[in-house]
C-alpha cells in the first residue's frame, strides 16, 4: 500500500486549485445568484485539458488517470460545484462511455472535440417517470432500416442547452425489456430535438438543467453506441465511473466548507477568544477532518481499483453514498461554526450547504447507492 502522492499527481492537484481560486471565485457568487453558465471558465478548463482528463492523448484528451481526475475534480468543487458537474459530466459519463465503447468513426468525430474542450456533452438517461427505475424508458428509438426515429422526453439533464453532444438513452424493442434499449448519439441540430426550459434550482445554480424533448429525429444507424441492445448495460457501466466523479464533487464541496470554517474559527473572537478555542468548535472541526478524511479514502480507493482494473460497481457506490452524505453533513456545520454570517452569501458556506445536496440525487440516489451495496453483499 502507498498513501503518498505522486509529483505529478501533486502538480495537478496545485493546477487545479490555482484555476479555482484565481479564475472560479471571482464571480461564483453572482453566477449562483444569477443562473449563470461558467463558459468562459469551461473553455479554459478545456485549455488545461481538464474536459478530457482520462482521455487518451491520441484522441485529443490528456492521458491521466481517475486518481488525477478525483484530485482535480476535489478542487474545483471546493469552490465552484457548478462549474465541476460540468466537467463532471463531460469526462466521467460523456468521454468515459465514448472511448471505451464508441467505435472508431464515433471517436474521430465526437470524441475529439469533446475531450480537447471544443464541445460539451450530455449524458440523458432520466425522464419524468423514469429516474432511479432506469429500466422504465419511455423515450424509443424505433429501427426504420437505415435510421431511427427517437421520439420522448428526458429530465433535468446537466448541460441541457449548452452541450452539443447528447448521449440519448431509448427502449428500441419493447418486448425485450432493459436488452431492447440503445444508446445513441445525438446533435444538437438534429431536426425535431427542442431543449426546454431551465430548471430553477436550490444549488449548483451555474449549471444548466434541462429536460428535452425529440419529435421524429432520424438519428442515423452509425450513431448507435455498440451492439444492439447494449443501451442499458451501457448507462449502467457509464454511471459506475460518473459517481467517482459526483463521489470526488461531494469530496470538495465538504472540504471547501471545512477549509473555511476552519480558517474562520480562528478569526472570529468570541467570550474573548478565537471561537476554535472553544471545544463546542474545536470538536465539530475534529469531527469534520474525520469525516473528510475517510470521505476521501473512499474515493480514492475507488479511483484506484479503476485504475488498476478492478470493478468498481461497488467501490463507487459506497464512496458517492458516504462522500454525499458527508457533504450534507459537513457544510451544515461550517454553515453553524459561521453563525450569522453563514447564512450571508459572501461567506460561500451556505452555497456550498445549498450544492452538496444534488450529490445525494444524481447519478443514483442514495438509496439507490444502497441498493447496489446492499446486492453485492448478499450475493456474495
Ligand atoms: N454494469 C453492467 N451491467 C449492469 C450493471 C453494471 N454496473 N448494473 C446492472 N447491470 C445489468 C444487470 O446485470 C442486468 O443484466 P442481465 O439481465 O443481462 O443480467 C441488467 O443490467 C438489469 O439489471 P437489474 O436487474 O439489476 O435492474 P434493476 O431494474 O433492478 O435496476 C439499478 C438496477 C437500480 C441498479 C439501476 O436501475 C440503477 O442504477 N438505477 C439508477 C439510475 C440512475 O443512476 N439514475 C440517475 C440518472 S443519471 S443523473
Redesign the pocket.
Known sequence: MNFELTEEHKMIRDAARDFAQTELLPGVIERDENQTFPTEQIKKLGELGFMGMMVSPKYGGAGMDTISYILAMEEISKVDASCSVVMSVNNS?VCWGLETFGNEEQKEKYLKPLASGEMIGA?C??EPEA??????QQTTAIDKGDHYLLNGTKN???NGSSASVYLVIAQTDLEK???GINAFIIEKDMHGFVVGAKENKLGIRGSDTHSLMFTDVKVPKENRIGEDGFG??F???T??G??IGIAAQALGIASGAYELALKYSKERKAFGTEICNHQAIAFKLADMITEITAARHLVMKCAWDKDQGNNY?VSSAMAKLYASKVAMEQTVEAVQIHGGNGFVKEYHVERLMRDAKITQ?????SE?QK??IS?SVIKG
Open positions: 459519463l449524458f438517461l432520466s429516474g432511479s427505475d432506469a429500466t422504465s433535468w439533464i446537466t425489456g432493459h436488452k442499458f448495460k448507462a449502467m457501466k454511471l459506475s460518473g459517481r460497481d440525487i444524481y447519478e443514483g440516489t439507490i441498493i447496489v446486492r
